[in-house]
Structures are given as C-alpha cells and as structure tokens.
C-alpha cells in the first residue's frame, strides 16, 4: 500500500479559449480576478504566493507559498505547495485542452500522505477545488467574480 492517498481530480469544460484559460491560471492577476486577493505570481523565479482577504463564509486571511513546476504554454500549469501542515509538498496541475469552443480543465492535486490528517485536508481541498473550478467558470464564461461578504 502506497504512503500516499490517491489524487484528487477533477474535469470541468469552459466554455473559454484555451489560451484564456492558460493566461488566467498563470497570472496573479487573473487568479485576483476569481479568486485570490493579492497574489504574487513570478514566472522567471518560480515563485508565486497565493493571498486570501476575508474569503467564504469564515472570512479566512491567509498567504500561501508555492514553487512552480511546469509551465507549458496552453497545456499544462502545475506547481507544488505545503498547505502549511506536510513535510513534503503536494502538487497541482491543470492540465488543458481544446474541446469545441472551449476548454476541458484537468486538474490534479496529489501527495496527499496516507494519515489522519493527511485524509482531512484531502477532504477539505478535493471540496475546495470542486469550488475553486466553478468559480473560475463562472469567471472565464460571465467575467462575474464571486465574493461572499
């Protein structure tokens, strides 16, 4: 049995171009136009520090660090993060790909490790990229950027 929980994933179709797409994930101001509040985000140095201000319903503020990974023009995002509670990182990918008009996004979050704790942020993050997606959704198809205040 592997250290590690399986990965988390998730397909989701937007009705955007895929390099709309590529520019908003890759970008600290289109994550700012979805989702984050302040984010930081450096190509050249890897570097991007994700911030939240007052976000959802228990107005969290928080920074989070992150190193990016992959960088493939209009295919592919991926970077590794701690969450603040593991030894080693996990990391996420969008992966994207033309279908019709738009977008097929998939995403992977994995290296989850196989512990209590381990399962309950699997848990929270598999429930917070479901969310996270559907709003960046709604962003790319209606440039409306959800905010719960």
């Not at 570097?47 to 007052?54: A, C, G, N």
């Not at 381990?118 to 709604?138: N, Y």
Request: hydrophobic letters at 35%; one cysteine or more.
């Amino acid at each position: 049995m592997s250290s590690y929980l399986e990965a988390i994933e998730y397909k989701t179709y937007i009705d955007a171009p895929v390099e709309e797409v590529f520019a908003t994930i890759t970008s600290a101001q289109g994550w700012d136009a979805w989702f984050t509040c302040g984010t930081y985000l450096d190509l050249e140095s890897k570097e991007i520090v994700f911030r939240w201000k007052d976000f959802g319903a228990d107005k969290i503020t928080t920074n989070e660090s992150a190193e990016i990974k992959e960088f493939v023009q209009n295919e592919r995002f991926s970077y590794s993060w701690h969450g603040g509670v593991f030894d080693q990182p996990t990391v996420v990918s969008f992966n994207l790909r033309p279908q019709n008009k738009g977008t097929l996004i998939v995403l992977e979050d994995r290296g989850y490790p196989r512990s209590e704790k381990g399962e309950s942020w699997f848990m929270d993050c598999a429930c917070g990229w479901g969310e996270a997606l559907t709003l960046l959704k709604v962003y790319l198809e209606t440039g409306y950027r959800y905010i719960n205040y």
